[in-house]
């Protein structure tokens, strides 16, 4: 379940021209007088064929102090905090957001088709359908993710695992979302299923390390209509208020979703605006 959110929430997940000309998913970020630390963007999901195996972010996790990630699913408290928010209270049910009829039997029909019941969703919240729709858009069995990859390789050596955000607060940005709002992501979902593009397209983008065609990807995508100020641009403001403390004597890597290191209000343009380095990692010496 776990996992599912994670995803979700990586996919909602233009800059300079300069900046565009730079693709690195790894960057280092200095600042005189701090140690170094390190920014990777992520994709929260990918075929384990399309994995990139990168022993520079090894070396990257080998010389920082701890692990920040957007959401340390490692906490036992945050896995207990999300599954509560995930379940509808009381007589709620999935249909309050789909209230249309028509609406409602033709998502009914397009989930069958892809053998999911939508009945069985009845007492989770939307976001729950809207993960299991998005793995349907993978064309492999095996799915690999950096975050317990990374979470993994922090753990085997004890080094310190941070969440920017909580699992809760993660939830709640869905439930500022209409009826129409989410009728409209569950239908887009489903579209790609079907021709599985935006995917495939995600994926070459991200193996091409290429971190301004991802964001504006990601922002210019059905799920992403009219909601980039919830899922992205303020994410990235509360991030990048709290790392600087984070960072400044603990050198760190910090690994999130890439679609929030491009663009005009991305994390690299934030830190640079915060007097940071930001540079793309080639090599270490």
């Not at 403001?237 to 600087?244: C, D, G, M, S």
């Amino acid at each position: 379940m776990k996992k599912f959110i994670v995803f979700l929430i990586g996919l909602f997940a233009a800059q300079s021209s300069l900046l565009a000309q730079e693709k690195s998913l790894l960057w280092k970020v200095s600042m005189k007088g701090q140690p170094d630390s390190y920014l990777f963007g992520t994709i929260h999901a990918i075929c384990q064929s399309d994995y990139l195996e990168m022993e520079l972010l090894h070396q990257a996790l080998e010389r920082s102090q701890q692990l920040i990630l957007e959401v340390d699913m490692n906490n036992p408290q945050a896995i207990a905090d999300m599954q509560s928010k995930m379940i509808l209270q009381g007589d709620t049910t999935l249909r309050h957001w789909i209230p249309n009829d028509d609406d409602y039997l033709f998502i009914a029909e397009e989930c069958a088709r892809h053998g999911i019941a939508l009945e069985e969703f009845m007492q989770f919240k939307p976001m729950m359908l809207i993960s299991m729709l998005s793995m349907k858009s993978f064309q492999c069995e095996n799915l690999a993710s950096y975050e317990n990859n990374l979470t993994q390789m922090a753990q085997k050596v004890d080094k310190p695992i941070l969440g920017l955000e909580s699992a809760s607060y993660q939830l709640n940005l869905f439930d500022a979302l209409s009826s129409e709002d989410i009728v409209s992501m569950i239908k887009a979902t489903l579209e790609e299923i079907k021709v599985a593009e935006q995917t495939s397209a995600m994926t070459q983008l991200y193996r091409n390390q290429d971190i301004q065609g991802l964001y504006e990807m990601v922002a210019q995508s059905a799920e992403m209509k009219d909601h980039q100020d919830l899922f992205l641009t303020k994410r990235n403001q509360n991030w990048v208020k709290a790392l600087p403390e984070l960072m400044n004597q603990t050198s760190s890597l910090i690994a999130v979703g890439a679609g929030h290191l491009g663009g005009p209000q991305g994390l690299i343009a934030l830190l640079k605006s915060k007097g940071y380095q930001v540079v793309p990692v080639k090599n270490f010496p």
